[in-house]
């Protein structure tokens, strides 16, 4: 069964799948276009035994990029689950290590993380500083300790 649910400090909603038993488990930022959701589909399929938190800095992308992955691979459903985590915000990262830990089976812990959120092109040298390198060591420091 699947219910609505609120992540804390967001305010939309996610499809929550079942609590995640599967021995291991990967949060993947970054995660609704490009590398991060060719990443994504290429874990699920070498994987069976892997589920993913595909990070997305806006949920109805996440979504959206679920959605494509499900059209063609409708087995991943149990396995895959959109997480929205802005690696520039401390708040949003934060709620997405919330998210997370209400996902996994009592006791365990992320087997991976996969860092792939980030900016480039004509912004500000402190926005694509605060994104391609705070960004991810924000990201451990929240999941990792």
């Given at each position: 069964?699947?219910?609505?649910?609120?992540?804390?400090?967001?305010?939309?909603?996610?499809?929550?799948?079942?609590?995640?038993?599967?021995?291991?488990?990967?949060?993947?930022?970054?995660?609704?276009?490009?590398?991060?959701?060719?990443?994504?589909?290429?874990?699920?399929a070498a994987r069976d035994d892997t589920f993913v938190f595909l990070g997305s800095r806006h949920a109805q992308r996440g979504d959206d990029a679920r959605g494509r992955l499900l059209a063609d691979h409708p087995?991943?459903?149990?396995?895959?689950?959109?997480?929205?985590?802005?690696?520039?915000?401390?708040?949003?990262?934060?709620?997405?290590?919330?998210?997370?830990?209400?996902?996994?089976?009592?006791?365990?812990?992320?087997?991976?993380?996969?860092?792939?959120?980030?900016?480039?092109?004509?912004?500000?040298?402190?926005?694509?500083?605060?994104?391609?390198?705070?960004?991810?060591?924000?990201?451990?420091?929240?999941?990792?300790?």
């Amino acid at each position: 069964m699947t219910r609505r649910w609120l992540t804390p400090g967001a305010h939309s909603c996610y499809t929550r799948p079942r609590m995640t038993s599967l021995p291991h488990s990967v949060l993947i930022t970054g995660a609704n276009k490009g590398v991060g959701l060719a990443t994504v589909a290429a874990v699920l399929a070498a994987r069976d035994d892997t589920f993913v938190f595909l990070g997305s800095r806006h949920a109805q992308r996440g979504d959206d990029a679920r959605g494509r992955l499900l059209a063609d691979h409708p087995a991943w459903a149990s396995r895959l689950q959109v997480v929205e985590i802005d690696v520039s915000q401390d708040d949003s990262v934060a709620a997405a290590r919330v998210a997370v830990a209400r996902q996994l089976a009592a006791g365990s812990t992320l087997s991976a993380i996969i860092n792939n959120a980030g900016v480039g092109g004509d912004r500000a040298m402190s926005e694509v500083f605060n994104v391609n390198t705070r960004g991810p060591r924000r990201v451990v420091e929240a999941f990792v300790g």
